[in-house]
């Protein structure tokens, strides 16, 4: 038995050991060589086997394709062989001489030949080359770093009272670099394997630990489905569900599940999590801004990764509540995705009315949740909220059918009650909003709406909304919702506070009752505290909770009329358009950008290249560095200056491309020299006026060193013979192209420009005689030619 045991455990570290052989002979051959990455990638595969056997040969022999079945390893030793923390193949040198990516090209040439995948895909030793080459990338991709290499490095370890994660320090970002082409190559090739096998590791994650490896993964994860998108030509829907999983995984490590209340009483490391959530919805954003296929990819992904989530186990339902991160990315995934409130409130609904395979406990969690969901976040359309409401009346009716005793009857109804109030009163606005508006689509939500105020007066005992909630809440509610009067909303505060005849103690036995109820809703101001980033996203979007304390008559419902006019500027205060405007974090248009960058200075478009790579594609372009160029060395604003300006005036064609970054570098500090030096003339200059003031009488002008006015040359000239003899050298070696009109100093220099962009629209001399169409550069071989064919042209213009 010992040794049944001990030999697949021989033989795992027999083919590491190959493994490890191949890379290192390879890796030396490749240091030997000199050979770059890029140039060994592009090489055939008959002089890639030719130079690296050993490699090609290990590859070869990992599947049944074309070798013995006998010698062939199984597949899954061979994954566990890729993956050992003792793998070379991933190694630093590995990676930087370019084996690395090397072994993945052979694998991905090892899938595309496999004419027997069809063969082994029931086979569970031998899996197809396909499958087997997807899993050796994805679990060098997916695995943290604390299973990949054994042991985690410190800067990828989940640490909850760090500031920021390491990231120059991580070692699996470069990892993602070297193997992330050849992931979407394989995503591209074969769409299904690639999905199963994502949906495999999707199921391990959910026992996996924490690691700051998750910002690499989610990262990573967004560059590789826009590789997928940028080459998909064919427009695969495949591929389109290759994204859909991808981007569920990459949901998921920031989502979890819902856990056990004594293992989320801890806040800290949540503002990982806000960086971490930060990082998925920038991408997030750019992916939808550039893709077309942005809602068939993001909706599916987002609303399957919080489906997924929100399942709770039946033996954990009583111990259970929704982590926060669940409740901040939910809100702001509604917010970039479209229709996505809608779906969660439909899918939240249909598990609450599903009394089979939903327990009670169970239930009643989801139901706090799409309560705080529905009533704090106006992403919800009103059609959503009203179906939730029209849940809350329709439990109302069967608790007496549902629960014998009657003291648990009469709570649980006076708890649905205090639900309805409480979203009905917090989604006000948007009946207002409703009532105001005139099209279609409103005319058919107002019917729905004249339908549950029908059922709200008919279907709820009048005498509960006395007690069920704040007296206050439920006028509101009166007001806004069933359109009653100021008379009529007056009446009923009288009527409910003669009806009350609770004792002082019941009273606050009920005050303490509503406080449980209000906590029990996880979309709550306290929720959103220590994800700064995302609620400042939210904040525009975000419904504040209302007190449960009665409210001083200066805010009361019905406030006496006043004598004085009242001021704009309590609602200029309560809706700033520049604040709302600033809240929002999205990106504009690329022209849009650009017009916005125009007015920033060379200093801060560097720093604003350091911020992502859209905003580093937009900080690169020309159109904002020749403005900057063309300005260096004039005076800025009405600062006098004693020094004389350097202008710069462009002679070049329009054909001619300037690299304005480059020339603006080079030209800056071409100026701070020239600064220096005419302020050290200037002075001399002084000097010497004096003496010949004192000697003579007489002061002669002193030369101020000037620099080139032509285009990209940053020549300082000192006097004025080296001015008109360098001007002279600029109009004697010029580029006679019209569409360049590049200008040199030296011989040397124009004459290679010359030999590499030879003219195109040079006068030439035709011969014209006869028909003849030979044409020349100068009048000496046209000559030459005329004598020699005879072709004489005489003067008057007859032969």
Not at 23 to 41: C, K, P
Not at 147 to 162: E, S, V
Not at 541 to 553: G, K, N, T
Not at 645 to 661: I, L, M, Q, R, T
Request: proline share 4%; with cysteine; charged share 25%.
């Amino acid at each position: 038995m010992q040794r049944r045991q001990l030999r697949p455990k021989r033989e795992l570290l027999a083919l590491l050991q190959r493994l490890n052989d191949c890379v290192g002979v390879s890796a030396r051959h490749v240091y030997t060589q000199q050979i770059t990455v890029s140039e060994l990638l592009q090489r055939p595969q008959s002089e890639i086997r030719r130079q690296l056997p050993e490699l090609c040969d290990f590859v070869d022999s990992l599947t049944c394709h074309n070798t013995n079945t006998t010698a062939t390893p199984p597949s899954s030793l061979v994954r566990r062989a890729f993956r050992h923390p003792d793998v070379q193949w991933l190694s630093r040198s590995a990676r930087e001489s370019g084996v690395s990516a090397l072994v993945c090209q052979q694998l991905v040439r090892l899938a595309r030949q496999d004419i027997n995948g069809d063969l082994v895909e029931d086979n569970t030793i031998y899996w197809p080359a396909a499958e087997l080459t997807v899993h050796v990338l994805l679990d060098a991709l997916l695995s943290p770093c604390a299973q990949r290499l054994g042991k985690a490095p410190d800067a990828c370890k989940w640490r909850p009272m760090q500031p920021k994660p390491r990231f120059h320090a991580m070692t699996c970002f470069p990892v993602w670099s070297t193997l992330l082409p050849f992931a979407a190559l394989m995503g591209l090739r074969f769409p299904d394997v690639f999905v199963r096998v994502v949906k495999e590791h999707r199921l391990l994650e959910k026992k996996r630990q924490r690691a700051n490896c998750s910002f690499a993964q989610v990262a990573g994860i967004w560059r590789l489905v826009e590789e997928l998108n940028r080459g998909d030509k064919e427009n695969q829907s495949a591929v389109t569900e290759v994204m859909v999983s991808l981007l569920r995984l990459a949901s998921g490590k920031m989502l979890g599940k819902v856990v056990a209340v004594k293992n989320e009483k801890k806040t800290v490391g949540l503002h990982l999590d806000d960086q971490l959530m930060e990082k998925f919805f920038t991408g997030l954003q750019g992916f939808a801004f550039k893709s077309w296929r942005a809602s068939a990819v993001l909706k599916p992904a987002l609303f399957d990764a919080l489906q997924s989530s929100l399942t709770v186990p039946a033996d954990q339902a009583t111990i259970a509540m929704v982590p926060q991160r669940i409740v901040v990315f939910t809100a702001v995934g509604c917010m970039f995705v479209k229709d996505l409130a809608a779906d969660i409130v439909s899918m939240l609904i249909k598990r609450i009315n599903d009394t089979v395979n939903t327990s009670e406990e169970v239930r009643e969690l989801l139901l706090n949740f799409l309560v705080g969901f529905c009533a704090h976040v106006d992403l919800v359309s009103l059609t959503s909220v009203m179906e939730l409401l029209e849940l809350l009346v329709t439990a109302y009716k069967v608790v007496p059918q549902n629960v014998g005793d009657p003291e648990s009857r009469r709570k649980r109804q006076l708890e649905l009650v205090f639900y309805l109030v409480y979203v009905a009163l917090h989604r006000r606005q948007s009946v207002d909003s409703l009532r105001q508006e005139v099209s279609s689509e409103a005319a058919r939500v107002k019917e729905v709406l004249s339908q549950l105020q029908m059922r709200l007066c008919s279907d709820i005992a009048f005498e509960d909304f006395y007690i069920a909630a704040p007296a206050h809440w439920t006028a509101k509610v009166w007001q806004h919702w069933v359109f009653l009067s100021d008379d009529e909303v007056q009446a009923f505060l009288s009527e409910a506070q003669e009806n009350d005849n609770d004792t002082e103690q019941e009273f606050k036995d009920r005050v303490a009752a509503w406080h449980t109820l209000k906590a029990r809703f996880a979309f709550k101001p306290a929720s959103f505290s220590a994800f700064t980033q995302m609620k400042t996203l939210l904040e525009p979007h975000f419904i504040p909770s209302m007190p449960l304390a009665e409210p001083i008559h200066e805010h009361g419902l019905i406030v006496p009329a006043r004598k004085r006019r009242r001021t704009e500027e309590e609602a200029n205060n309560s809706v700033d358009p520049d604040k709302l405007e600033r809240s929002f974090d999205v990106l504009l248009l690329p022209d849009v950008m650009e017009r916005v960058c125009s007015f920033m200075s060379a200093k801060r478009l560097c720093r604003m290249a350091l911020v992502c790579r859209t905003f580093a594609d937009i900080s690169h372009r020309g159109s904002l560095w020749r403005p900057l160029y063309m300005r260096v060395g004039l005076p800025v604003g009405t600062k006098m200056n004693d020094l004389p300006p350097a202008s710069v005036e462009c002679h070049h064609g329009e054909k001619y491309e300037h690299n304005w970054s480059q020339l603006y570098q080079g030209r800056l500090k071409a100026m701070k020299r020239l600064r220096r030096i005419q302020r050290r003339a200037i002075k001399a200059g002084q000097r010497n006026g004096q003496e010949d003031d004192n000697e003579s009488g007489v002061r002669t002008a002193t030369f101020v060193p000037q620099m080139c006015a032509y285009c990209g040359c940053d020549q300082v000239l000192k006097s004025t013979s080296d001015l008109e003899s360098h001007q002279t050298q600029h109009k004697r070696f010029t580029c006679t192209e019209t569409s360049c009109r590049v200008s040199f100093t030296g011989l040397h220099k124009f004459n290679a420009h010359m030999r590499e962009h030879p003219a195109e629209n040079t006068s030439r001399l035709v011969c014209g005689f006869d028909g003849c169409k030979k044409n020349y550069t100068s009048a000496k071989r046209l000559a030459s030619h005329r004598q020699k064919e005879g072709h004489h042209v005489l003067d008057g213009g007859d032969q």
